[in-house]
């Protein structure tokens, strides 16, 4: 007969935590977001990689390319590459992480010659650069032809409309250095010169990059930053169950830190293969985490087939519909919180601590805090950074407002039936997992990470937590009636913004 489980699933939205004590010490400063990659024996060695926040970006097309895992890795996070490309594409996007020389800033705040003085302001406000390169078609990398910083304009003398080729400082009167020059040369420019900025060219004059006289050690400034024993950033690599044999050999000679078997559905002989095959070419150098599993035997199972760390999640995903065409997975909190238990079994029997990974269905940010509460060591996420700047996809505009592309890994656009793969001759999705979507786009990935994480130190000093194993050992979690949730959010006042009436009546109404 079939095997019941006692309670239903939930998701995280299902539960709330209730605070602990806070002494005086508990303040959001003092919290510390450092938590463990990697397997390793706790308490008697140090991890081997330690992120400095507990985010890692999805290993999907529409997030994780080098200039994600650029800006991710400066903020302290991971992101793992999309394994649905080329071996040769893959690892190449790992070789430009590794090379990602950091102090040569892509400019945002740009200028095209007809534009005005009113929009210098206007930019100077959005983005707060003072410096800003003025191109032939206003773009970070168009053909250079001045640059327009705080001393070319007197805002109390000049009108707003006059244009910035008449007050730009020229091309012809400024000093840059041609692509390829390195950090250190250009700060000797720098202060050669005594410049605030140095424009860096490639040999049609365009623009490549600025260096700045405040980033002399950029490393000073991002003391997150996820970095390798040679100072460059660490990144990881998806990698999938049909082609390891040539695909990992690549991906770790590009410098891969660490690596991570992409599929729907973990709990199967095709990881325990894979991650057998690196085993036995790599033993133990080679880090790479394996899942998506669920409950308790298929953590198990990974841990014993040798994973680094287990990815928790099926069916959660914002644009997964696994569970609809397949009737597989587990609500989120609830595979959490019963792998959360497994781990720490198998670490009082083998003193091995293997940190698992939320995967999928975060929707709120107070869900990072729940995913960790609940034994996660750090999440993985894919709609919440499709939405920024930084990831691969294009930005659109839909009925007025700026969207960006975000699409499943088992939807057809994506094609990567590796992901879905069990084995046999068969090539290609048979039915699609995932949907193809749009998400409002919300800007650049530093600030969105820094508020959300502003808002995780903070529940966590609610809960009397300084560290993310102290928020484990600590958090006290209650499951919430679906009245209410909807107490949680705004009712029974009317919103400015929209001008509707949030009230209990009808957010039920509406449910
Ligand atoms: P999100 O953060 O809720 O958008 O979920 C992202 C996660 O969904 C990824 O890390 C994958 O585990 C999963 N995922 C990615 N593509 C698909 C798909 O097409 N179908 C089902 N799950 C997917």
New binding site residues.
């Given amino acids: 007969m079939a095997f019941y489980f006692d309670e239903p699933s939930r998701t995280f939205n299902e539960y709330l935590l209730v605070p602990g004590y806070s002494p005086e010490t508990c303040v959001p400063a003092q919290v510390s977001l450092h938590t463990p990659l990697v397997k390793y024996r706790k308490g008697k060695e140090e991890c081997p990689i330690t992120l400095s926040i507990p985010m890692v970006s ?3 097309q529409s997030v994780s390319d080098d200039r994600m895992a650029i800006a991710l890795a400066t903020e302290g996070g991971l992101s793992f590459i999309y394994g649905s490309q080329s071996i040769e594409d893959e690892a190449a996007m790992i070789g430009r992480v590794k090379d990602y020389k950091a102090g040569f800033v892509t400019s945002d705040a740009n200028l095209s010659p007809d534009m005005a003085l009113d929009d210098v302001v206007r930019l100077l406000e959005e983005h707060g650069h003072s410096t800003m390169p003025v191109t032939e078609d206003g773009s970070a990398h168009g053909k250079l032809l001045g640059i327009v910083t705080g001393r070319d304009y007197r805002l109390s003398r000049m009108d707003r409309s006059e244009k910035v080729a008449n007050f730009m400082t020229p091309r012809e009167k400024m000093i840059v250095a041609p692509d390829g020059t390195s950090l250190k040369t250009a700060n000797d420019i720098i202060w050669d010169h005594k410049l605030n900025s140095l424009p860096i060219v490639d040999e049609n004059d365009h623009l490549v990059a600025l260096v700045f006289r405040k980033d002399y050690d950029s490393h000073k400034s991002n003391p997150d930053e996820l970095l390798d024993s040679h100072k460059r950033y660490r990144v990881g690599a998806g990698i999938n169950t049909r082609d390891y044999a040539e695909r990992v050999p690549a991906l770790v000679d590009a410098g891969a830190d660490v690596l991570c078997i992409d599929s ?1 559905e973990g709990y199967s002989d095709w990881q325990r293969f894979t991650l057998q095959w690196i085993r036995d070419h790599y033993g133990d150098e080679v880090k790479v985490g394996a899942g ?1 599993v669920v409950d308790a035997e298929g953590f198990r199972f990974l841990a014993d087939c040798g994973a680094d760390f287990v990815k928790v ?1 099926i069916g ?7 569970r609809e065409t397949k009737g597989i997975g587990r609500g989120q909190a609830t595979a959490v919180i019963e792998v959360a238990k497994e781990r720490n079994r198998y670490f009082e029997e083998t003193g091995i601590y293997i940190p698992i990974c939320s ?4 929707v709120y940010d107070h869900h990072i805090s729940l995913a960790l509460a609940m034994g996660s060591d750090f999440v ?5 950074f499709a939405r920024f700047d930084e990831s691969p996809s294009n930005r659109v505009m839909i009925n007025g407002s700026y969207m960006k592309e975000y699409w ?4 057809a656009r994506a094609r990567n039936w590796q992901r879905y793969d069990l084995g046999g001759d068969k090539r290609g999705l048979s039915f699609e ?2 949907v193809d979507s749009f998400v409002p786009y919300a800007g650049s990935l530093k600030d969105n990470v820094a508020l959300t994480l502003s808002k995780v130190r903070s529940t966590m000093c609610n809960c009397g937590a300084l560290t993310i194993p102290e928020l484990q050992e600590k958090a006290k979690l209650t499951l919430v009636s679906s009245t209410s949730i909807v107490e949680g959010g705004a009712h029974d006042v009317m919103l400015r913004d929209t001008n509707t009436f949030a009230s209990r009546a009808s957010v039920d109404r509406d449910r």
């Fill in positions: 999805a290993i999907m729907s998506n999640g959660g995903g914002s644009i997964c519909i696994t995967d999928g269905g975060i993985m996420l894919g709609r919440y499943g890994e088992g939807s997992e995932g």
